[in-house]
């Protein structure tokens, strides 16, 4: 897998696996409702070239509560949204994202892994195509899954 590589454009709202040249997989994402960006506490999505630093939850269900990279042991559910109606939810699996260019995505306040920047699952009820998160990468949960497998940690992830 060593000559994989996952792409994200901003604009077009999508994510792209490639090996080599060619295209693998695309999926729709949420990036930022706040657009791009790469400061601390923006609620932007950072540009520039990252790679996978861990994946976080395999063998979870695929509605799979995540709080602070771990699993709850809730699954998500409309009962439990409207129970807890604040909450940002990480669901099904964690890429965190670790950027690569010091003073653009890692280091001070601009770091990604710091800002807790990941690849994650949401509510199917949340729309794809649109800018929505608080600065991560949502994706629909079956996309998600089928991503996880085909990924490593290291994996480089370029977003545009």
């Known amino acids: 897998m060593s000559s994989r590589r996952i792409q994200i454009d901003l ?24 657009g791009p960006g790469e400061v601390e506490g923006s609620g932007c999505t950072p540009r520039g070239r990252h ?5 976080i939850g395999a063998g ?19 009962a439990l949204a409207a129970s807890h109606p604040q909450r940002d939810w990480v669901l099904c699996r964690i890429l965190w ?12 306040r601009v770091d990604s892994l710091r800002r807790y920047i990941y690849i994650h699952g949401c509510p199917d009820s ?8 608080h600065g991560c990468i ?13 990924v490593d940690a290291g994996m480089p992830v370029d977003i545009r």
Do not use: H
Not at 51 to 55: A, F, L, S, T
């Open 60 to 78: 979870q269900p695929e509605n799979a509560v995540f709080v602070g990279r771990r699993a709850t042991d809730e699954l998500y559910s409309p």
């Open 138 to 150: 949502r994706m629909r949960n079956r996309d998600l899954l089928a991503l996880f497998e085909q």
């Open 11 to 34: 604009a077009a709202q999508s994510l792209s696996l490639l090996e080599g040249g060619e295209l693998l997989c695309s999926y729709p994402i949420s990036s930022a409702l706040n």
């Open 51 to 55: 790679r996978i630093r861990i994946k």
């Open 97 to 108: 994202l670790t950027g690569l260019e010091p003073g653009r995505n890692r280091g001070g």
């Open 126 to 133: 949340e729309p794809m195509g649109v800018p929505r998160s």
